[in-house]
């Protein structure tokens, strides 16, 4: 019933930027909490930040002051500055979302590479 799909991936040089995308479809009656999450090779998924419904955020001490989330009601960005080679990952969107019940939804993910 409900899709996430991220988007804005790439290659990119140590010190670059990205923008990420997560898009909401299907039906859904609203989205509560969503985040940003990384995975890379042979490495635990590891949050990377969250936004509230009503804008607040968290990040992860890795990132912090180098990432922005923000989110434009059922679409949610991440704006990555400064990038690292450490950065290198899949990111996932992940948010809860309100159906008939409330439910957990995962994205697919979108490649990072930041090469030094």
């Known amino acids: 019933q409900v899709q996430l799909v991220e988007s804005g991936g790439g290659l990119v040089q140590a010190g670059g930027s990205l923008r990420l995308s997560c898009a909401a479809s299907?039906?859904?009656?609203?989205?509560?909490?969503m985040g940003w999450y990384r995975q890379a090779p042979g490495k635990q998924r590891e949050l990377v930040a969250t936004i509230t419904s009503g804008g607040s955020t968290n990040y992860a001490d890795s990132v912090k002051g180098r990432f922005t989330i923000s989110r434009d009601n059922t679409k949610m960005y991440l704006q990555m500055n400064s990038l690292k080679p450490e950065d290198t990952a899949t990111y996932y969107c992940n948010a809860a979302v309100v159906t008939t019940y409330r439910g957990l939804y995962w994205g697919q993910g979108t490649q990072v590479t930041v090469s030094s």
């Open positions: 299907g039906s859904f009656i609203s989205i509560g909490l």
